[in-house]
């Protein structure tokens, strides 16, 4: 027998007796396996078990609540966690006091509340964003949109049964493929070969080429249509050349503003237009002026490198020619009144190259001034005209090419004399600005040959203009001016 265990003061006035002594005269408890005849230690044990377990079971922390929003109060305890779910399961119903009944009507699914994708949102009347709908509602807008795309369906099915008639037609034209050879497109024939049953890839490479060498010739389409863009100005009201009295836009087949945008209008306007003027023109030969004297406008232009001086004719004289087969006389004096006479082609070579006098030999000085005259002489046949042309020509020979070498006060010069006498030369000295003559040197009658001398008296580190005047005869001739400087 165990010992007895020592009374403590809850145990006062009790006989002392241990608990493997006591038995359990109590029925069978399976859910414990506690038996009848048991020791008391047994069943406190075994009882003392099952309550730890059980607390365990209910301790509040053993619970996971995350599924609901927070909750407040927070549960405690076993407790207030049954109340809580008591409380969500009486607001999932509603009793229907309506009908008298004790029944209840529950909230899904006719007024269950649920958010809707964002297909499904609107905006209401009051212009609030509507993102749920009771699951009723929701259901049919799914079903009504299941509905929709059902029929969508049925016709995209429909569409590519088409489809696929048309691919499988198609791939009969073309196909069989694989190790099939590839059938060969053949052009009958083309302006743009000389052969027939050109293969289409041919066919389109000189197609490509002939196209660049059109656009090429003709312009790009931007550039064709800036030409196009070019036409006179209100030519559509323009009385023609030929009847003042009818419009361009009269005429028949003329292309109006209006119409007018690709190079085909612009050049049925233009063949038109010529063909106006021609009439004009052909209508003033036949019918207006008889040939004058009038008619005839010569002019001449000349260059010189020495001994050859070059005459340029201009001018128009319509329907005439020279009156001697060789040209027309051509005269031309120097300075000391010495003259040469040649001949030349004038009207032939109207608008033409220049004709070449060689000075050379005449006695005419190839360093004088020099005055031309032409005795025109012009005849149609029927008509002959007279004049004279009389001009003058500065000849560059005259200024003889200087050399200047400066020093402080003076700067020394030097030319070449290619003149016989009588001749002059002045040269002078200016100022930079040209104001004011400073000093000038004479040289009268020097001999063919070098010519050298010095300007004195002049300030250091200033800067000067010098020329040479030549006079020859009654002629003076002012040659460019040449800068120089003195040292300082």
Not at 113 to 134: A, H, K, R
Not at 142 to 151: F, T
Not at 237 to 249: I, K, R
Not at 439 to 467: D, E, K, M
Request: glycine fraction near 6%; include cysteine; aromatic fraction near 6%.
């Amino acid at each position: 027998m165990a010992l007895p265990i020592q009374p403590k003061d809850t145990q006062a006035g009790c006989n002392p007796v241990s608990s493997n002594c006591v038995i359990w005269q109590g029925p069978d408890i399976p859910c414990i396996t506690l038996c009848r005849g048991d020791s008391i230690s047994d069943v406190t044990y075994k009882v003392a078990t099952e309550l730890c377990t059980l607390v365990d079971q209910l301790a509040i922390t053993g619970f996971d609540v995350s599924c609901f929003p927070p909750i407040c109060p927070k549960p405690e305890n076993i407790h207030d966690l049954i109340q809580f779910i008591l409380d969500q399961l009486c607001s999932c119903c509603i009793t229907n006091s309506s009908t008298g009944t004790s029944g209840t009507t529950p909230l899904c699914p006719d007024n269950c509340i649920v958010s809707v994708c964002e297909l499904f949102q609107y905006v209401d009347p009051l212009g609030n964003q509507i993102t749920t709908m009771s699951l009723t509602d929701y259901a049919t807008a799914i079903g009504n949109r299941v509905c929709e795309l059902y029929d969508t369906m049925a016709t995209v099915t429909t569409n590519i049964k088409s489809i696929q008639g048309r691919l499988t037609t198609l791939e009969n034209c073309v196909l069989p493929c694989g190790s099939a050879s590839t059938p060969v497109i053949q052009i009958p024939s083309s302006c743009l070969t000389a052969g027939s049953n050109i293969p289409i890839e041919t066919f389109v490479q000189t197609l490509e080429t002939a196209f660049c060498d059109l656009q090429t010739a003709t312009g790009t389409p931007a550039e064709l249509t800036g030409a196009i863009a070019q036409s006179c100005i209100n030519l559509d009201t323009t009385p023609t050349l030929n009847n003042a009295a009818v419009s361009y836009a009269a005429l028949p087949g003329w292309i109006p503003a209006g119409s007018y945008s690709t190079v085909a209008d612009s050049i049925n306007n233009m063949w038109l237009t010529i063909c106006d003027m021609r009439t004009a023109v052909q209508s003033i030969v036949t019918n207006c002026c008889n040939p004058s004297c009038d008619d005839v406008n010569i002019t001449m232009s000349f260059s010189y490198t020495s001994p050859s001086l070059s005459v340029t004719f201009n001018g128009t004289a319509p329907a005439f020619a020279d009156c001697a087969a060789g040209g027309m006389f051509i005269t031309v004096t120097d300075s000391y009144g010495v003259e040469y006479t040649s001949q030349v082609a004038v009207i032939a070579n109207l608008g033409g190259g220049a004709q070449i006098i060689d000075l050379s030999g005449t006695g005419v000085n190839l360093f004088s001034n020099y005055t031309i005259r032409l005795d025109v002489c012009a005849t149609d046949g029927t008509l002959t005209c007279n004049k004279t042309i009389i001009d003058t020509f500065s000849n560059p020979a005259l200024c003889p090419t200087m050399a200047y070498a400066d020093d402080v006060t003076y700067i020394d010069y030097s030319f070449t004399n290619s003149i016989a006498s009588p001749v002059t030369y002045i040269v002078e000295c200016w100022n930079n600005p040209l104001s004011t003559l400073v000093v000038s040197n004479t040289i009268v009658n020097p001999a063919v040959g070098a010519v050298v001398g010095s300007i004195t008296g002049l300030t250091a580190a200033t800067t000067y203009q010098l020329r040479v005047r030549v006079i020859v005869g009654s002629t003076i001739s002012d040659c460019p001016y040449t800068t120089v400087t003195t040292k300082p």
